[in-house]
């Protein structure tokens, strides 16, 4: 009984500090408040942690007494939920959408990741969910609908209504085998109807709820719906993954997003008064917050039932891992790393091809030193995704590696992992004439030569828009890409010891004229200078910088800058006495935020530091760190993994 009472007084205190206690009245006797908690990208990470997961245990408990203090609440979901992990993975979906039913959402849509089991499984879900699946841009190429486009609740006599929109990147973010028989329709327009449409059904509020993101590699995103659409009243977004603490006003538009993976939950108040909006305010309720809560039962029971079932088949163990396999999304979206080495040396092999090419937004998550297991397999490479022989001309391998190295160095899904090639690719010149020196296993690449290419289904039929391998010959099919990994494991008697070389893909910096790409020295390459824009919780900041290796590398002040006055801030300092540097999580930044480095826009020499990094009183030694003009520069893409910080 004191648990309980200890967990209620814990939640109360929690509501209380975000302003979501006892509402009415809250202007006059007219007025009132609507919450709406909101998640999105949870990628079916069900089950919460100790270090940055809530979990949908302490949703269901923290919703529930939302609810008990004020029943005009609503619980929404802007999708990519179904699919991501083995949890989610195993029943085809079907345990996330198990949980979001007996959890209480009121309305959910599809991300495009939810379209990965394909879309008549999809469907099938949909028709089992027992809230409101909306989708209104997509349609079957007949004309016909599955989806319900919108709906109106009625909230203590307000009207809401409710629309949704999803990604039309869906046809090349998923495998373009799962949009074959459907239809993306131009969400701006399909938006004005829809508003047009509530409106005239009486709706006096407008919520879009869209995975369309904000990320400014997108042509289709939210803020632009914002800007072209009058009328909406709220957007709750998702895809781009970005961490909203207050929300983004566009125009009359609040546009809000937790991040990712369900490390916030996402709390919208809409004060009303004579139907209209007087205020509406967003807030994130992060996991320190949240760790307290005490998680629901029956929730919790039901998804430890779900990973039981599984856990035999997780748990056994396949061989085992002399390095860590690196696969966090800003390396294998951005460059060379030595699990992408691994599986596509699988792949290759699978097939007996030439060369093998796989994209790395498919690899998801690395995989630690020590024993493999088939869990960290699939969590790895949680995709239906199988291996594709395909008979392709040298030039279309050549056109197939201007094209993954075209956005670099920023990270893009489709950036090539590969197999029996080796290329040098130079960011200084256009796309489409950035790569050189392409040798297949040693000889150079003859363009009207043809050859066996391993790839994955996804891409075999255009998938990240390798649009050139479309309509090529079919010569071979395989398992999928984690059993052929688990067979190429054993074959090699359980033992994998894969080193970070980055010998086959190597950017022009790191590269003078040599006979093999494998014979470059780290001391040997060159900076260039580079800028990059961080945005933190909706404000930008440029920063300057250099590439190496590939990778942007920034003083750590700078970046500390960046994230100060923000639920990621961390700080800086030198320790004389063991002349370290010294990091410190959660953290207010004690540094000057206007004082940004400047650097010479000339290529440096550099030289690797052997600067001694503390983090949280403890030593990390796997940051790499260069020594430029007298300052310490370390990786934009491992100091984020190591801070946990979400940077777009």
Known sequence: MLKIKKSISIILSLLLALGLSAYKPVFADDSKTITIIHTNDVHGRAEGDQKELIGYAKLKTFYDAQKAKNPDTLLVDAGDTLH?????????????????????????????????????????????????????????????????????????????????????????????????NVDFLDYIQTSKKQVEELKKQGAQIIVAVTHLGIDESSSERSDILAKEVDGIDLIIDGHSHTRLPEG??????????????????????????????????????????????????????????????????????????????????EKVRASETNLGDLV???????????????????????????????GDILTSFPFTNFVVGLEVKGDVIASALEHGVDKAPEPAGKFPQVSGLTFIYDISQPSGKRVSDIKVNGEN???????????????????????????????????????????????????????ENGNRIVPKSEVTKVDTISEVKADDMKAIPTTHKIIAEGKSILIEGYIINGDKYFQVRDIAAAFSNTAQSFDVQYDKKSKSVVLKKNTKY???????????????????SNQKIMVNGKEDQKLKVYLINSANYVSLAQLSTLMNLNIK
């Open 84 to 180: 991501g992990t083995t949890f989610a993975n195993i029943s085809e979906g079907k345990n996330m959408l198990n949980l979001m039913n007996e959890i209480g959402f009121a309305v959910g849509i599809p991300g495009n990741h939810d379209f990965n089991y394909g879309y008549e499984r999809l469907i099938a879900l949909e028709k089992d969910a027992k809230f409101d699946y909306l989708c209104a841009n997509v349609v079957r190429k007949d004309g016909t609908k599955d989806f319900k486009a919108n709906v109106i609740k009625d909230i203590d006599g307000v009207k809401i209504g409710f629309f949704g929109i999803a990604t039309p990147e869906t046809l090349y973010k998923s495998s373009p085998k799962n949009t074959a």
């Open 248 to 329: 983004l006003k566009i125009k009359n538009t609040l546009i809000v997003q937790t991040g990712e993976y369900l490390k916030n939950i996402g709390v919208v108040n809409l004060e009303i008064k004579d139907g209209k909006i007087q205020s509406a305010k967003a807030n994130l309720v992060s996991f320190e917050q949240a760790k307290d809560i005490k998680p629901d039962e029956k929730i919790a029971k039901e998804i430890q039932a779900a990973i039981a079932a599984n856990k035999p088949m997780l748990d056994k163990v396949i061989g085992y891992n002399e390095t860590e396999l690196v696969g966090v999304r």
């Open 590 to 608: 004690s540094g000057n935020n206007a004082k940004l480095s400047k650097i010479s826009q000339k290529a440096p020499k550099i030289v690797s």
């Open 445 to 499: 690449l003859d363009t009207k030569k043809s050859y066996k290419l391993a790839t994955n289904d996804f891409m075999a039929i255009g998938g990240d828009d390798y649009t050139m391998f479309k309509g090529a010959k079919k010569i071979a099919e395989n398992a999928l890409l984690s059993d052929v990994l688990v067979d190429y494991i054993k074959e090699n008697g359980g033992k994998i010891n894969y080193k």
């Open 344 to 374: 596509t040396d699988a792949m290759k092999k699978s097939i007996s091809s030439d060369v093998a090419i796989t994209n790395g937004g498919g690899i998801r998550a690395s995989i630690k030193k020590g024993d493999i297991k088939m």
